[in-house]
C-alpha cells in the first residue's frame, strides 16, 4: 500500500512538472516575452526623443511628440512585427506642408490629401496661364479693332460717310468694324486658343499622372510591415532602441 501510495505521488508530481513546463512554453512563445512584464503602457527612450504607446496588439509612435506612426503588432519569441496603418502629419509636415500636424493619416487619406492639393495646385498654375493667354488675345483684337476704327474715321475724313462705307464694303464686306474684327481674327483666335486650353487640359492630366505615380512609389515606403528585435524586462529592447516604461 505504502509502495503504491509513493507510485501515486510520484505520477502526480511528475503530471504537475509536465503541467507547469508546458504553461511556461505559452508565456514565451506568443505575446510578451518575460511573463513578469506586460508592454502594454508607454515607453520612452532615454532622452525623451522617441515614444511608443503599446496598447492590447495596437501601438504608436511618437518623435519629438509629434505623432510619427501607429499600426498593429504581434510578438513570436524574441521578434515584433509591426504593421504601420497610419502616419502622422506632424513628422511630414516641413516636406509635405499642406498635412496637419496633429492628424493620422491612413494610405487611402493620406493619397487623398496629396492629390487634392496637387491638384488644386496644378488647376492655378493653368488657370493663370489660360488667363494670361486669354487676356493677350483680347488685348491684340483691342488693338486691332483701334486701328481699322482709325481708318475708316481717316477715309470718313477724306472721302466723306459714303465713300468711307464703300471702300470698307468693297474690302470686308460690311461696315461693322465688330464683326470685321471677329470674322477676320477673332474666330482665328478662338481656334487657337482652344487649342492652348486642350494642350493645358493634357498637360495637366498627365501632370496629375506623375503626381499619383509618385505618391504611389512613397505610400509603400511609409506605410510597411517590419520585424525588430524584441526583448522585454524592466526595459524594452525593440530593434536598437532601449526604452523604459514611465
Sequence with gaps: MKKKLLITLGMLVIALVFGMTVVGCDNTTGGDNNPSYSLDGTWYSPDNVYRYEFNNGNFEYYYNGSPYKKGTYTTQDNYMTMTTTHIGGGIYSSSYTWLDGSTWYSGNEFKQAYMDYYRNT?????????????????????????????????????????????????????????????????????????????????????????????????????????????????????????????
Design 122 to 246: 496644378l488647376n492655378e498654375t493653368y488657370q493663370s496661364q489660360l488667363e494670361s493667354v486669354r487676356s493677350q488675345y483680347q488685348s491684340n483684337l483691342a488693338t486691332i479693332r483701334s486701328s481699322l476704327q482709325q481708318t475708316y474715321d481717316t477715309y470718313v475724313s477724306s472721302y466723306g460717310v459714303a465713300q468711307a462705307n464703300s471702300i470698307f464694303m468693297s474690302s470686308y464686306g460690311t461696315t461693322n468694324i465688330d464683326q470685321i474684327v471677329y470674322q477676320q481674327y477673332g474666330q482665328q483666335y478662338e481656334q487657337a486658343l482652344y487649342q492652348f486650353e486642350t494642350q493645358l487640359q493634357n498637360s495637366f492630366e498627365n501632370s496629375l499622372n506623375s503626381v499619383e505615380n509618385s505618391i504611389n512609389n512613397s505610400l509603400n515606403s511609409f506605410y510597411t510591415t517590419d520585424t525588430l528585435v524584441y526583448q522585454l524586462s524592466d526595459m524594452l529592447i525593440l530593434g536598437n532602441m532601449a526604452l523604459t516604461k514611465r
